[in-house]
C-alpha cells in the first residue's frame, strides 16, 4: 500500500523562526525528512498541486469551475463556467484582507436572497448566478470565460494584490466584480449579518474559469479529503471519495486495501496560519505530528504501508519527501528540524 499525505502550509511561515525554535512539535517530521529522500520545487498553490495530480491541463485557466459544478450537480457538461465565490473583504490599514470558506457561514435563505439581487441586476446581459452551495457559486456562459484568477489558496488570509484578473475579457469580468460589490454593499442581508457581528458578503472571488476538462490522471484509487475540488477529481478519475479521518490509527481501522493508492489531504495547518495565525498553525502541526506522522512513520513496513510521501507547500517551496522501510535504518541521517528543511530549498 503506498500513500501521499498533502498538507499545505506545512512548512514554516515567514517570521516564526522564534516560535518554532526549540519546539517539539515536529519530532516525526523531522525523522521523516531527515531520514526521506526529498526534492525540491517551487511554490505551488493547492487547487494546482491536485489538477496537476490528477494531469488536468491549464487552458485559460485551471478549469476548476465545471469540475466542483458536476459534483454539485449543475449540468457541466457544456458551457463555459466561473467560480464566483462569496467572500468578505476585510478593509485594514494598509490593504484589504480576504476572507473566505471556511472561515464564513452563510445559510441557505441568506444564499437565496443575495443571488436574487444579483441575478436581477445582471439579467439583462445574460449572467446568471448559481448558487447550489452557500459557499460555491457559478457563472455559466455559452462563450469562452476569457480569465485568469489567483487560487483561493494564493489568496486566503493575505493582502489582496492590485490588479489580480488577467485575459482578454478582465474588464469587463471587473466591471461585473464592481457592479456586484455594490449591490453586496447595501443588501438587507449584510446589514442583517453586521448586526449579528458577523462579516458582510461584500465581493465575490472570481477564479477556476474553464470548460469541463478531461481528467486522465489514474494515480490514487483512493481520496481522502473534505475538499470539493479532490472529490469532483475522484470521481472523474473512478477513485473512491471518504472524509479525513480524525488520525492515522482511525484511517487504518477503516481498512484500506493493502494494493491501493492513497491520497490524504490535510488541510488544518493552511487555514490555521491564515486565519488563526502562527500560535494556531504551531497547535495544528503538532496534532499533525502525533496523530498522523509518528504512527505513520512507526508504521512503515509493516500493517501493508510500503511507502510513504509527504508533499508540504510553505513560502516559494513545495517538498515532496518519499520514505520506505529500508529508509528507517539510515540511523546516521540525523532529524531535520523544520527550520532547516525549508532553508534547504531557497
Given at each position: 500500500?503506498?500513500?501521499?499525505?498533502?498538507?499545505?502550509?506545512?512548512?514554516?511561515?515567514?517570521?516564526?523562526?522564534?516560535?518554532?525554535?526549540?519546539?517539539?512539535?515536529?519530532?516525526?517530521?523531522?525523522?521523516?525528512?531527515?531520514?526521506?529522500?526529498?526534492?525540491?520545487?517551487?511554490?505551488v498553490d493547492s487547487e494546482?498541486?491536485?489538477?496537476?495530480?490528477?494531469?488536468?491541463?491549464?487552458?485559460?485557466?485551471?478549469?476548476?469551475?465545471?469540475?466542483?459544478?458536476?459534483?454539485?450537480?449543475?449540468?457541466?457538461?457544456?458551457?463555459?463556467?466561473?467560480?464566483?465565490?462569496?467572500?468578505?473583504?476585510?478593509?485594514?490599514?494598509?490593504?484589504?484582507?480576504?476572507?473566505?470558506?471556511?472561515?464564513?457561514?452563510?445559510?441557505?435563505?441568506?444564499?437565496?436572497?443575495?443571488?436574487?439581487?444579483?441575478?436581477?441586476?445582471?439579467?439583462?446581459?445574460?449572467?446568471?448566478?448559481?448558487?447550489?452551495?452557500?459557499?460555491?457559486?457559478?457563472?455559466?456562459?455559452?462563450?469562452?470565460?476569457?480569465?485568469?484568477?489567483?487560487?483561493?489558496?494564493?489568496?486566503?488570509?493575505?493582502?489582496?494584490?492590485?490588479?489580480?484578473?488577467?485575459?482578454?475579457?478582465?474588464?469587463?469580468?471587473?466591471?461585473?466584480?464592481?457592479?456586484?460589490?455594490?449591490?453586496?454593499?447595501?443588501?438587507?442581508?449584510?446589514?442583517?449579518?453586521?448586526?449579528?457581528?458577523?462579516?458582510?458578503?461584500?465581493?465575490?472571488?472570481?477564479?477556476?474559469?474553464?470548460?469541463?476538462?478531461?481528467?486522465?490522471?489514474?494515480?490514487?484509487?483512493?481520496?481522502?479529503?473534505?475538499?470539493?475540488?479532490?472529490?469532483?477529481?475522484?470521481?472523474?478519475?473512478?477513485?473512491?471519495?471518504?472524509?479525513?479521518?480524525?488520525?492515522?490509527?482511525?484511517w487504518f481501522g477503516q481498512?484500506?486495501g493493502a494494493s491501493d493508492?492513497?491520497?490524504?489531504?490535510?488541510?488544518?495547518?493552511?487555514?490555521?496560519?491564515?486565519?488563526?495565525?502562527?500560535?494556531?498553525?504551531?497547535?495544528?502541526?503538532?496534532?499533525?505530528?502525533?496523530?498522523?506522522?509518528?504512527?505513520?512513520?512507526?508504521?512503515?513496513?509493516?500493517?501493508?504501508?510500503?511507502?510513504?510521501?509527504?508533499?508540504?507547500?510553505?513560502?516559494?517551496?513545495?517538498?515532496?519527501?518519499?520514505?520506505?522501510?529500508?529508509?528507517?535504518?539510515?540511523?546516521?541521517?540525523?532529524?531535520?528540524?523544520?527550520?532547516?528543511?525549508?532553508?534547504?530549498?531557497?
Amino acid at each position: 500500500m503506498h500513500l501521499t499525505l498533502f498538507i499545505p502550509d506545512l512548512l514554516p511561515p515567514p517570521g516564526a523562526e522564534a516560535l518554532i525554535a526549540g519546539s517539539e512539535s515536529a519530532a516525526a517530521l523531522g525523522r521523516i525528512f531527515g531520514r526521506g529522500e526529498t526534492e525540491r520545487f517551487p511554490e505551488v498553490d493547492s487547487e494546482v498541486w491536485l489538477c496537476q495530480a490528477f494531469e488536468v491541463e491549464p487552458r485559460e485557466d485551471w478549469p476548476v469551475a465545471p469540475l466542483t459544478a458536476a459534483v454539485d450537480g449543475l449540468p457541466a457538461e457544456s458551457g463555459w463556467w466561473l467560480r464566483a465565490d462569496p467572500v468578505h473583504l476585510q478593509l485594514l490599514r494598509n490593504h484589504t484582507r480576504l476572507l473566505a470558506a471556511p472561515a464564513l457561514t452563510l445559510d441557505a435563505q441568506e444564499t437565496a436572497a443575495l443571488a436574487a439581487a444579483l441575478n436581477a441586476h445582471f439579467s439583462g446581459e445574460g449572467l446568471e448566478l448559481l448558487t447550489p452551495h452557500p459557499l460555491r457559486w457559478y457563472f455559466r456562459q455559452d462563450e469562452t470565460i476569457g480569465l485568469a484568477a489567483p487560487m483561493p489558496s494564493a489568496l486566503a488570509g493575505r493582502p489582496l494584490p492590485p490588479n489580480a484578473l488577467s485575459g482578454p475579457r478582465s474588464s469587463h469580468w471587473h466591471r461585473v466584480l464592481t457592479e456586484a460589490q455594490m449591490i453586496l454593499h447595501e443588501h438587507p442581508v449584510n446589514q442583517a449579518r453586521e448586526a449579528r457581528g458577523l462579516p458582510p458578503i461584500n465581493s465575490l472571488l472570481l477564479w477556476g474559469g474553464g470548460r469541463k476538462p478531461a481528467v486522465p490522471g489514474r494515480h490514487f484509487t483512493q481520496i481522502w479529503s473534505e475538499d470539493p475540488l479532490a472529490m469532483a477529481l475522484a470521481v472523474q478519475a473512478g477513485a473512491e471519495y471518504q472524509n479525513v479521518p480524525a488520525s492515522a490509527a482511525l484511517w487504518f481501522g477503516q481498512r484500506p486495501g493493502a494494493s491501493d493508492r492513497h491520497l490524504v489531504i490535510l488541510d488544518r495547518a493552511h487555514f490555521a496560519l491564515r486565519y488563526e495565525g502562527p500560535e494556531a498553525w504551531l497547535r495544528v502541526l503538532s496534532a499533525l505530528d502525533e496523530r498522523w506522522l509518528a504512527p505513520l512513520y512507526g508504521t512503515l513496513g509493516h500493517r501493508d504501508l510500503e511507502e510513504l510521501v509527504i508533499v508540504a507547500t510553505g513560502p516559494s517551496l513545495c517538498l515532496r519527501c518519499t520514505l520506505r522501510p529500508v529508509d528507517r535504518l539510515k540511523f546516521w541521517r540525523r532529524p531535520l528540524t523544520l527550520q532547516v528543511t525549508a532553508a534547504q530549498g531557497k
